[in-house]
């Protein structure tokens, strides 16, 4: 079986369990949370520092702006994207947001932020809401390819989340398994179509812990309908597929840690995410290495094309970026 685990760790520091964890073959990334991060400088050491047991680990964090963004102190506050769309200069503003976002991630040593949020805003997710860029598909296609031009240039792959949209089912599923009853259909004519519009544009896609009973009765990440027959048979693409956080309430509807990140990858996943829960963690691990998974080779795309250095700040698209996001008021 093909597939890989991403782990996370609990302080601004390795420990030495977190040195061995990080030393399995079955691990192939790591994504950092708030508790992990200081400032720029300490990040760096961080990043380095896991690099010197690991080169090949693919690192990650939720840089999305508005309130999911991890790096906060010494990183510039990115407003969240929904605040773009009243913009008469929305896709420009868009694309300056995607380089800001990943000119920063890959300064500190990391490889790639989890964005763009493609779900639509359909003004009954809490936990989507402002971070979806808009209701209306199109202008959403328009906004998310303008941020992921951004991102590409600035060296850093796309990763569109949370296929196929979780932005009509009311739950949080960090807490709860949310529902979305519409047909897939309806779902062809608003949510997927951000998905289907930018498939090619996108390095990876990160599916939701939604169920969508017309469609399939497990949720979308566990689901080989909507990963293999229609992710990849009818979108056609070819990228990676990452699980959301398998620690979630929304993934505990396949059991314990090992059974989710079996279901994940056989459902089509090429990484399962198993973060703030150590023993979780553990459990997934074991699982790999009974199952004897080998990491995707699909990987490989997601790593940084580049990392800029501490004067990345001279850069003139820089000062531009910032000085068109003041103008229209999103930042400070």
């Known amino acids: 079986m093909q597939g890989s685990l991403m782990l996370d760790v609990s302080g601004t520091w390795l420990t030495s369990e977190d040195r061995h964890l990080l030393r399995q073959p079955e691990v192939a990334g790591l994504i950092l949370f708030a508790r992990n991060i200081e ?8 990043t380095a520092a896991i690099r010197a047991i690991r080169p090949d680990l693919l690192l990650a964090v939720d840089q999305e702006g508005g309130r999911v963004q991890r790096l906060r102190q010494g990183f510039v506050r990115l407003p969240a994207m929904r605040a773009l769309a009243d913009s008469p200069d929305a896709e420009a503003l868009a694309e300056h947001c995607g380089w800001l976002m990943a000119t920063e991630v890959l300064a500190v040593g990391l490889d790639l932020s989890f964005a763009p949020v493609l779900d639509l805003d359909h003004q009954r997710s809490a936990v989507v809401g402002s971070r979806a860029f808009e209701a209306d598909p199109e202008r959403a296609c328009l906004l998310a390819g303008a941020f992921i031009r951004g991102m590409n240039s600035a060296g850093m792959a796309a990763t569109g989340k949370h296929f196929p949209g979780h932005g009509w089912a009311e739950a949080d599923s960090h807490v709860a398994v949310p529902v979305d009853e519409r047909s897939l259909e309806q779902l062809r004519a608003q949510d997927l179509v951000p998905f289907a519009r930018l498939s090619q544009q996108l390095a990876a896609v990160m599916p939701a812990h939604v169920i969508y009973p017309q469609v399939d009765a497990r949720p979308a990440g566990f689901s080989q309908r909507w990963l293999q027959d229609i992710l990849r048979g009818e979108l056609g693409f070819q990228g990676v597929i990452f699980s959301d956080d398998l620690s979630m309430a929304g993934a505990h509807v396949v059991g314990d840690a090992a059974s989710r990140i079996e279901a994940a990858l056989s459902a089509g996943c090429d990484m399962g995410l198993v973060c703030n829960d150590r023993g979780a963690a553990e459990l997934a691990l074991a699982a790999l290495q009974r199952l004897g998974a080998t990491p995707s080779p699909r990987l490989a795309r997601m790593r940084a094309s580049a990392w800029p250095g501490s004067e990345y700040r001279q ?13 229209a008021q999103l930042i400070d």
């Open 315 to 327: 850069d003139p698209r820089w000062s531009a970026a910032l000085a068109a996001l003041r103008a």
């Open 39 to 46: 400032h720029p400088r300490q990040v760096r050491e961080l």
